[in-house]
């Protein structure tokens, strides 16, 4: 009898064991830890997540225009583009375990519009005012006027699926880092201004 209970209570302590061990780390995990700091706080250090170079210029861009047009512009954006929602559709790991790759659903504002659409008519309004005579500081405040007319009503509407990309680095999912890394999921994580900024550069260094 004693034989039966040492051998009962081997296979309850064995199957406790297992049920308290860690599961394996998940992709998904790491893309949702990710987004939700990106909702909270974008100053956050978001090293830790990415495997390669990162930095938050990338999310907060750096702006040598002190003016209050240029910081009114870079906090607005920051608030459009924070705010938005995400659904992990589903992952798939390779079968050697080294990469991974995460579906995401973005429902943002469209950015990507709202930014060719506010440059075209703040490049014609401020060609307008300067041949008028008007000064510097008019200039900012009738781009200021014109940034928040134009995003006032910006729904949040636009719908992206998006890929993103990771490695595993440790026993750690880690998002890739580096250029031109994962740039389909910031550019479906921000309503596709990344794609604008780099079309508008484009034509930009084009007149040059």
């Not at 706080?41 to 978001?46: E, G, H, P, T």
């Not at 750690?172 to 794609?195: C, H, I, Q, S, Y």
């Amino acid at each position: 009898m004693k034989k039966f209970v040492v051998l009962g209570l081997s296979a309850l302590l064995t199957l406790s064991l297992f049920g308290c061990a860690k599961p394996d780390p998940k992709p998904s995990e790491t893309v949702s830890k990710v987004l939700d700091l990106m909702k909270t706080d974008i100053q956050a250090d978001f090293t830790p997540y990415f495997n390669g170079e990162f930095s938050n210029d990338e999310l907060v861009p750096d702006s040598e225009d002190e003016s209050e047009f240029a910081k009114k512009m870079e906090t607005r954006l920051i608030e459009l583009y924070t705010d938005f929602d995400y659904k992990i559709l589903g992952e798939t790991i390779s079968e050697d375990k080294k990469t991974a790759t995460v579906e995401i659903e973005f429902t943002t504002h469209d950015l990507g519009t709202f930014f060719v659409g506010f440059i075209s008519q703040f490049i014609a309004k401020a060609f307008e005012l300067a041949f008028s005579g008007k000064s510097e500081d008019e200039l900012n405040q009738a781009g200021i006027e014109l940034l928040e007319t134009l995003s006032a009503d910006l729904k949040k509407d636009k719908v992206s699926l998006v890929t993103a990309t990771l490695t595993s680095v440790n026993g750690v999912w880690l998002l890739d880092g580096g250029e031109n890394a994962n740039k389909p999921f910031f550019n479906g994580l921000t309503g596709g201004l990344v794609e604008s900024l780099e079309k508008w550069a484009e034509s930009f260094e084009e007149t040059e």
